[in-house]
């Protein structure tokens, strides 16, 4: 059945999301797995000896690429590599790369490409990164829109719930945050983004601080460059991250970690936890307040809403879907399908099952004591095996040639090498 297809390159997790055009009733978003953490791949691109990009594998950091889709329109590129042999790639062709491997394999799966794609980008994107997107991706062959995100997760919101004004939208991922107003019309209103906030790997430091302080000396003497313990402490970030999350659906677990003299465990509790984060999503708040003073109903998107105390620190009456790191993506899979069918052929939203919390007392829900199922990050695997399928590339030159080399059609990689480009 033709479809379309969202795409989400988020600095740690690229997402997917098809729309059906064809059936009775209203299409759904579906969320497709990718292989990797949260149903989605890792984004990263790691460039191996051959020339070839392994997508999702983190492999050698010298040769991995990684938060390239938060860097668009950065002057600076992306270096892999050292000295002669660095490659300079620019974050547009490394995010449009993902691109197409998501649609390469979502038309595998499939069995037809889609009817159209549409990716969603940071709110701050202006005219020349969006450029600089469109281009990227034309030359990977790969034809698609780009939306923002808030404006993707305002469509998702829509699908769901009549919106009776402007919606806000407050963002918080793995290492972006962001406040923003979407009118009616699917139009950004207002919009304030920061990297230099604090969002999910400064929530995973936190709890990295408290292991540091309950274990003191036991740790500290440890050099965290000898390969020896090299190992413990990547493995310790990963256990710190997993507890965090953990902590959204409990009120106490432990970290394990695995000291030379043996392993220990350090508890911690959902209130130690929150004490740590307070001030940071207190900070976020206090932007969001001033970003969109006065809106009825905010949206919470990305995978750091899934934090309690996040959704009850947002005033006003708060939308937050039982995955949220999903909801962008989802939205834009939904502007792509209205981009085909046009905006006034669906139906009116049905409400389904959002979690609301009101500030009128009589309304209100208990966000805080009411635990969002986790059903995609719940017991995270250390390593979930990914289907690495490496992009099928010429030998390795500039990522630029790379990526020319790409183009399916045949113009534009004849004219390059008529050119010995
Ligand atoms: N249950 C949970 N509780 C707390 N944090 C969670 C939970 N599940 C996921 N996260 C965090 O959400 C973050 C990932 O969110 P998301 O997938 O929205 O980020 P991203 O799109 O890759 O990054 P960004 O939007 O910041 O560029 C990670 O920091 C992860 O640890
Ligand atoms: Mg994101």
Known sequence: MPYVLGVDVGTTRTAAAVCRLGGAGRAEPEVVGLGGPGGGVASTLQLTPDGAFAVGEPGDPRWTATGFGRRVGDAV????????????CPAEELTALMVMWVTDQVAA???ERPAHVVLAHPPG??????????RALRSVGVEASLVPEPVAAAENHAFTRSAAGPLGVFSLGSHAFSASVVGRGFELVNTVEGVDHAAGVDFDDAVFSH????????????????????GL??????????????????VETSIPVHLPSGPVDVPITRAQFEDLIRPDVEEAVSVFTRVAAGVEMTVLVGGSARIPLV??????????EAAPETSVVKGAALAARKLVIGPDAEPEPIETSVMVRDDDPLLRFPVGGL??????FTAPPPRPPVDI????????????RVVRGLVPTGGRRARDSEDGR
Not at 213 to 228: C, H, I, K, N
Not at 238 to 245: H, I, L, V
């Open 77 to 88: 590129p992306v270096v892999l590599g050292a000295d002669s042999a660095a490659e300079r």
């Open 109 to 111: 799966r499939e069995g």
């Open 125 to 134: 994107w202006g005219a020349h990164a969006k450029g600089l997107m469109h």
């Open 211 to 230: 292991v540091r302080t309950t274990l003191g000396r036991a740790l500290a003497e440890l050099d965290a460059d000898d390969p020896r313990t090299r």
């Open 233 to 250: 402490f990547g493995r310790l970030r990963r256990d710190c991250e997993a507890a965090k999350r953990m902590l959204s659906g409990t």
């Open 311 to 320: 959704a009850a620190s947002v005033p006003g009456r708060v939308v937050l």
């Open 371 to 376: 635990e969002a199922p986790d059903a995609e």
């Open 389 to 400: 399928t490496p992009l099928d590339l010429p030998e390795r030159r500039t990522v630029k």
